[in-house]
């Protein structure tokens, strides 16, 4: 399973917009890469997923290049709710169901 | 439609005891997986249910087992309790589970060790 690299912390204002990037330089070609977002107490929260390019939805937009070693993930104009752990997931094996979460973003957004 | 529920919320025992906790998945789920979360270790997988069958293990002591019912929903037990296995337990549940299929996570049970 590749392994993943992110910050472990990030600061932001409200209205601004974050963006957190994960490495995982050794991203298999079918792996997909998906975008978790969890509060204190709660279950993770599934946010976004892609395999290449840009993909958006109504939370975020995840940019991925072309060589895949690398993903952002993009919160628009972020308010005070926004602030949580942010994880980035690649890959899983076939037919497995097996996710391992790095130590995740501690994203904190101040009014 | 309703997500995952986990029961109970919460839950206090003594060393050396058992624990069974219980997951109900997403209506049509047939994928279960089970997950630790502590703030030392993070979020360490622990096993996979699918179609009744353990299809994946992490690596934890088998202290910690696991089954699935004809319906999908799930049970966790962890005997000869430690200490150590004072954590946030959650499951997870997604339609048929692989690479692509978003997991739906519970609000988990928070297990205290005494």
């Known amino acids: 399973l590749a392994k993943t690299t992110q910050p472990i912390s990030m600061d932001s204002y409200e209205g601004q917009e974050v963006n957190i990037t994960c490495s995982h330089n050794?991203?298999?070609?079918?792996?997909?890469i998906t975008w978790y977002q969890q509060f204190p107490s709660q279950g993770p929260r599934f946010i976004i997923q892609?395999?290449?390019t840009k993909v958006t939805n109504e939370v975020a937009s995840l940019f991925i290049p072309a060589d895949r070693k690398s993903s952002t993930l993009s919160l628009p104009r972020v308010s005070l709710s926004d602030t949580a752990v942010y994880y980035c997931?690649?890959?899983?094996?076939?037919?497995?169901?097996?996710?391992?979460f790095g130590a995740g973003t501690r994203l904190t957004v101040k009014p | 439609k309703a997500g995952v529920t986990q029961t109970p919320r919460y839950l206090i025992k003594t060393r050396g005891q058992q624990v069974t906790l219980s997951c109900s998945p997403i209506?049509?789920?047939?994928?279960v997986s089970w997950y630790q979360q502590t703030p030392g270790q993070g979020l360490q997988f622990l096993f996979e249910?699918?179609?009744?069958?353990?299809?994946n293990k992490g690596n934890f002591p088998g202290r910690f087992s696991g089954r699935q019912f004809s319906n999908s929903r799930s049970e966790m037990n962890v005997s000869t309790l430690e200490l150590g296995d004072s954590a946030l337990y959650l499951c997870?549940?997604?339609?048929?589970?692989?690479?692509?299929?978003?997991?739906?996570f519970g609000p988990g049970t928070r297990l205290t060790v005494l």
């Open positions: 997870a549940s997604s339609l048929v589970g692989g690479r692509t299929d978003t997991q739906y």
């Open positions: 050794n991203i298999a070609t079918n792996d997909y």
């Open positions: 892609g395999y290449k």
């Open positions: 997931l690649v890959g899983t094996l076939n037919n497995n169901n097996d996710m391992r």
């Open positions: 209506s049509g789920h047939r994928s």
């Open positions: 249910y699918f179609s009744e069958t353990q299809r």
